[in-house]
T-cell receptor, first 116, second 111 residues
Framework: DTEVTQTPKHLVMGMTNKKSLKCEQH?????MYWYKQKAKKPPELMFV???????INESVPSRFSPECPNSSLLNLHLHALQPEDSALYLC???????????????FGEGSWLTVV | GQQVMQIPQYQHVQEGEDFTTYCNSS?????IQWYKQRPGGHPVFLIQLVKSGEVKKQKRLTFQFGEAKKNSSLHITATQTTDVGTYFCAGRSSGTYKYIFGTGTRLKVLA
């Protein structure tokens, strides 16, 4: 069982909808991540939050908007998505996110997103 | 930019046979991690390798980090049906924050 909890597990949304994916961890980790994974492909990093501040944005389109309300929570706000954005969105956390650190990344079970 | 390739892309083995996946990076790595993702599941951390030439074992799984720290391998002895899934390596170049996932090797074990 993963200690990173994601909701919802499945989401179907229209291209004009606004929805949010939520992620929570209570391991005291100070780094949280959003990854996107298409079928039969590896996870691709989208965003990294370190100590509740956005540390990395991998040139993600603005229709994806991350938010880190506190050290335990991470949201991904979705607006005006395209069908090609349909994928598994994985939240993850690690103790810290610093060069030189080899921290284990703990993944949540993911949110399966379908854009129609 | 950094690229991490894995071979083979797919592997079907009979239960009891051995299996190996290879991970190759275009850049020298500071450390490498291995993950397993079951069908319909999420990646689960298996192990981390840091030292040049390092070898680590977990029961039937043997992980190796190359001397030049640009490649790694995962070997499974006597596969079982529970080994089914996709195995990803994820490498981090020194001085960088990010782990780049390899392309993955999908393992099917035939009973």
């Amino acid at each position: 069982d993963t200690e990173v909890t994601q909701t919802p597990k499945h989401l179907v949304m229209g291209m004009t909808n606004k929805k949010s994916l939520k992620c929570e961890q209570h391991m005291g980790h100070r780094a949280m991540y959003w990854y996107k994974q298409k079928a039969k492909k590896p996870p691709e990093l989208m965003f990294v939050y370190s100590y509740e501040k956005l540390s990395i944005n991998e040139s993600v389109p603005s229709r994806f908007s991350p938010e880190c309300p506190n050290s335990s929570l991470l949201n991904l706000h979705l607006h005006a998505l395209q069908p090609e954005d349909s994928a598994l969105y994985l939240c993850a956390s690690s103790q810290v996110h610093e060069p030189g650190s080899g921290n284990t990344i703990y993944f949540g079970e993911g949110s399966w997103l379908t854009v129609v | 930019g950094q690229q991490v390739m894995q071979i083979p892309q797919y592997q079907h083995v009979q239960e009891g046979e051995d299996f190996t996946t290879y991970c190759n990076s275009s850049t020298t790595l500071s450390n490498i991690q291995w993950y397993k993702q079951r069908p319909g599941g999420h990646p689960v951390f298996l192990i981390q390798l840091v030292k040049s030439g390092e070898v680590k074992k977990q029961k039937r799984l043997t992980f190796q980090f190359g001397e030049a720290k640009k490649n790694s391998s995962l070997h499974i002895t006597a596969t079982q049906t529970t080994d089914v899934g996709t195995y990803f390596c994820a490498g981090r170049s020194s001085g960088t924050y990010k782990y780049i996932f390899g392309t993955g090797t999908r393992l099917k074990v035939l009973a």
